[in-house]
């Protein structure tokens, strides 16, 4: 056998590593994966690429590849990336102490969105996306971005966030831009860590030309007799709402069923969409949860309640729910109003015990809440965390505290006195009314709803709402935490920027992007309701909507 020279091997293994790739994009690796095992991957390691159609990668030719794409409704858009190992051998290059399961549980890719040299959007995207096996053993990534069948991937989403919620429509909106995607490892030790480029591809990318409406489509909708509101003469930019109907009717903005916007308490904008009108009943979904405040401000106001001070052991014996700690005990109403209550629930965490998808195939939501371990990273009061779970126990503890029950209750000292008559509630397994979400009424009655907030909660003369329970709610509970959610006692506090301006409000906000907006300074109250439901452009459209449109045409 003859032998090659010790300098001759070396200048080889110097060579191979230099050809083209860096060694994070060589073959070997930490864990066992598939390798390189195709002419198409060999010849495209670190490129991304773009198809239109959804074969298998093996059926697909590199004459598939796009160089351009037009972005319009019921279309397809994937991406390959052709890496030269594994996810979990890149996480290891930045973190050799973990084990392979450990990298996983602590790294994922990163996307950055370029548009035209620009970084635009970059996402580190969450721990749960892509399985285990898969993030060991694939050296090709390939997800889809658009999908005319609605395929459920995190591609998708991933999509959505950066052009829904990030600025890419926007951008894209007009004219012919080139769209770079990077793709990176990143672990999350303490602090992020992110690796060097995985893969890279662009493609040209455009908007389709849009259909043309119909001058019904766009004119502003005239509000018919018999709205029980008295009607505002005041002025108002209708060119702005034109445009804004313009683009619900051509699908910019989607699925929004209702816009009612009230201005020093008379009626301003009513107009609907998408088939629905002023009979129609609006699922709003958590918009319901701050129904279940205003019911425990009045119940405190009339004595059922003692404050909101009250602690969870004075209304139950939770030494007999599972998880007891003397932790437990202290949880108080205000706590569970603000969403800081220190349980192990968090609705943004789908690996949550308390995640509310965990709830709803039990059969006793309340005990489901109070089974929960408390979290020893959160003091009770302090850190925000979004938990469904949290409003049902509010929910229950009123419905045990007043006469007649919430429901018999709310229609008693809320509805009636409001002149609201037609709604549907949903209910709790134990048939309590749902303050979880889901209470159902015209977009109308919504506003009356706003208004009554805005009005320190008189109605008609009448003070049906205690007015130190309005301030109340209409406060920050956490304006010393700049990384937490603004929020109050059931309502969510948000800022809308116009020309610069700050206009701050308070709002019931739910699921699909269904708002019900009371303004600080401003004399408005604005009711959206839509059906955008488990969508990520659901919330940020109406925040476009509002800032864009609705907001430059009607404040002072």
């Known amino acids: 056998m003859r032998k090659i020279p010790f300098i001759l091997m070396l200048h080889a293994i110097i060579v191979l590593t230099s050809c083209g790739q860096s060694s994070s994009n060589l073959v070997s690796g930490f864990v066992n994966h598939k390798g390189i095992s195709t002419p198409m991957h060999e010849g495209h390691v670190g490129r991304i690429v773009f198809m239109s159609n959804t074969r298998p990668l093996k059926d697909c030719n590199e004459s598939d590849f796009l160089s351009s794409f037009e972005i319009k409704e019921s279309s397809d858009l994937n991406f390959t990336a052709f890496m030269g190992n594994s996810l979990t051998n890149y996480l290891h290059e930045l973190d050799t102490t973990s084990t392979a399961e450990e990298l996983i549980q602590k790294g994922n890719f990163q996307f950055s969105f370029i548009v035209d040299d620009s970084l635009l959007y970059t996402e580190n995207l969450n721990l749960g996306a892509g399985l285990p096996a898969q993030k060991n053993e694939n050296t090709i990534l390939r997800k889809p971005f658009l999908s005319s069948t609605n395929i459920d991937s ?18 894209l909106e007009t004219g012919t831009h080139v769209l770079k995607i990077e793709i990176r490892p990143y672990l999350k030790n303490g602090e992020i860590i992110v690796g060097d480029i995985i893969a890279e591809g662009e493609i040209n990318i455009k908007m389709a030309e849009l259909d043309k409406v119909s001058e019904e489509q766009i004119a502003i909708q005239s509000i018919q007799p018999n709205s029980d509101w008295k009607l505002s003469s005041a002025q108002y930019e209708q060119e702005k709402i034109r445009a804004l109907n313009e683009k619900i009717a051509q699908n910019r903005f989607k699925s929004i069923t209702s816009i009612v916007v009230i201005k020093n308490g008379k009626l301003l904008i009513e107009e609907y969409f998408n088939g629905a009108n002023r009979r129609t009943l609006h699922d709003t979904r958590s918009v319901g ?50 969403m800081s209550s220190g349980f192990e629930g968090s609705d943004s965490d789908s690996d949550s015990p308390g995640n509310e998808e965990n709830m709803y195939p039990t059969d006793d939501w309340v005990k489901f809440a109070l089974d929960l371990p408390m979290d020893d990273m959160k003091e009770i009061g302090e850190k925000w965390d979004y938990f469904t779970a949290g409003a049902v126990v509010i929910g229950d503890i009123v419905d045990k505290s007043v006469p007649g029950g919430l429901e018999k209750y709310a229609d008693e000292k809320l509805f009636k006195p409001l002149g609201i008559s037609n709604y549907k509630w949903q209910y709790t397994p134990q048939d309590v009314a749902n303050t979880a979400g889901g209470l159902q009424m015209n977009a109308l009655d919504f506003a009356k709803y706003g208004q009554l907030y805005k009005n320190n909660g008189i109605w008609k003369r009448r003070q049906v709402l205690p007015s130190d329970w309005v301030k109340r709610t209409m406060t920050n509970y956490f304006p010393e935490a700049p990384d937490q959610t603004a929020y109050g006692l059931l309502f969510w506090n948000q800022t809308f920027t116009v020309n610069k301006r700050p206009y701050e409000a308070f709002l019931c906000s739910g699921n699909g992007g269904n708002k019900i907006i009371v303004f600080k300074d401003q004399p408005l109250v604005i009711v959206i309701t839509a059906t955008a439901y488990g969508q990520p452009y659901g919330h940020s459209q109406v925040d476009q909507m509002l800032q864009n449109y609705i907001l430059p045409a009607v404040v002072e």
């Open 154 to 171: 995190w591609g998708r989403f991933l999509w959505m966030r950066f052009y829904y919620r990030n600025g890419g429509e926007a951008v």
């Open 289 to 338: 949860k701050s129904f279940a405040s205003t019911m425990t401000g009045i119940a405190i106001d009339e004595g059922h309640l003692k404050d909101f001070n009250q602690t969870l052991s004075e209304f139950y014996d939770l030494t007999r729910f599972t998880n007891y700690s003397s932790k437990k005990d202290r949880v108080t109403l205000k706590s569970l109003l603000t």
